[in-house]
């Protein structure tokens, strides 16, 4: 949980949030700027390069704060799973978070994506 906190803190503080609608690339923050997906993406790859293992790293495509769809990365703990997002410092259970999952990585097979609808509203979209 440490390297978790470490990890989600330093991105958040080196990354400056910025749109890529018009081409929605979901790649490594580029000139240190980044959206959603690309604050996710920098997490995992800084979360491997410390060891933390591949297999409990999935990115999440959730319905956001405002509506709005959001990706989040969700590390996959003995405990639970847990949120890391660019919107704030803490690491939360997926559960302790405002967000309805809509479709989250297979932790094995990342170009698989799973239906998850779980979360506040999950039920309107079932």
Request: charged share 25%.
């Amino acid at each position: 949980m440490p390297l978790l906190r470490k990890v989600t803190r330093a991105v958040n503080l080196t990354v400056r949030s910025t749109e890529d609608r018009s081409t929605d690339d979901w790649t490594l923050p580029v000139g240190g700027r980044g959206d959603c997906e690309d604050y996710a993406l920098q997490k995992m790859k800084d979360l491997i390069d410390a060891g933390f293992p591949a297999n409990r790293l999935a990115l999440s495509v959730v319905i956001g704060p405002h509506d709005e769809n959001h990706v989040v990365l969700i590390a996959r703990m003995d405990d639970g799973d847990y949120v890391l997002d660019n919107l704030n410092n803490g690491v939360k259970p997926w559960r302790a978070t405002p967000y309805t999952f809509l479709a989250t990585q297979d932790f094995r097979a990342r170009s698989t994506w799973r239906v998850t609808l779980a979360g506040p509203r999950a039920n309107e979209f079932s």
